[in-house]
């Protein structure tokens, strides 16, 4: 199975809705979303219809990122340093709390967990990993995206241990975990361009490859035309689907 879909509505909701297989909500992300405002996205979508949900900021981010500008709060000096990078601490668990609400509510079947470049492999951060995910319960499959320079039999064993799928974009690397592929195509090839870019033919063709090596696959656009271009790579994988089933005689 491949589902595909956009980070983010991309376009009106109801055509993300009735053209693509997924959302993943980014608001969350930024700051809590209310249990209710989910229920609603639910509600208007089909029942067949996936959402995945990107975890809070504060559970994996230090306040000194900028996207918490999007925060919506203000934070004492006194209480930066209890943000991010999967600390023990109240802002943390607060955010787990505010993803776990809407995950929920939304039926997501993926929670995602992205990562900024600065956090390493340090023996701290791998400690804070390993706590905060053996402290958390969810339905949904927990998925890491992890930008700094980890090593791939680190994020693999990490991976084995916390039952986690490893996020990757596929013009950038490749998995460290098997069976289920989450993939977040940031518009890398050929790179400089990044978001600005749109996938050619060749590209889809490319990522619909790589998806027959695994069981399952979201392959989630993330780049400005994320839109059309899901719809195109979605279109792709149906007509060759139909293709490889053998007609009747």
Known sequence: MICTGTCGFGRRQADALAQLDAVEIQETFYRPVSIERAAKWRAKAPPEFRFCVKASQFITHEVTS???????????????????????????????????????????????????????????????????????RTDATKAIELRGPWAVHIVEKICEDLGLVHAVDPFDKEPATYGLAYFRLHGCPPGKTMYQYTYTDTDLGRIHAICREYDDAYVMFNNFSMHPDAVRFRSLVRDQTDAAVPAHE
């Open 66 to 136: 900028p996207t918490y500008r999007r925060s919506g709060r203000t934070i004492p000096d006194s209480d930066k340093s209890a943000y991010g990078s999967f600390r023990d601490t109240p802002p943390v668990r607060e955010g787990w709390e505010a993803t776990r609400s809407v995950a929920e509510a939304i039926r997501a079947t993926v929670i995602v967990f992205q990562t900024p470049a600065s956090f390493g492999p340090t023996e701290a951060n791998r400690t804070a990993l390993y706590r905060f995910f053996e402290s958390i």
